[in-house]
């Protein structure tokens, strides 16, 4: 396993725009972030990116 993220959370103020993601990252495997603008698509990015 290379990453695992579970229970992933994340807010701006009050506004909250991550809720429960979790997935888990095997080597050789692709992710891929699918989605329309605005729904959260970087934000897990800078949020991984952290920590």
């Keep these: 396993m290379v990453l695992k993220v579970e229970r992933l959370s ?3 103020g009050k506004r909250l725009v991550l ?3 979790e997935f ?3 080597r050789g ?3 891929v972030l699918l989605g329309p603008n ?3 698509k ?3 990015l800078k949020c991984i990116n952290r920590i």
């Design 42 to 44: 970087t934000t897990l």
């Design 38 to 40: 605005g729904c959260g």
């Design 24 to 26: 888990e990252l095997n």
């Design 19 to 21: 809720q429960g993601v």
């Design 10 to 12: 994340f807010g701006y």
């Design 29 to 31: 495997e692709i992710l």
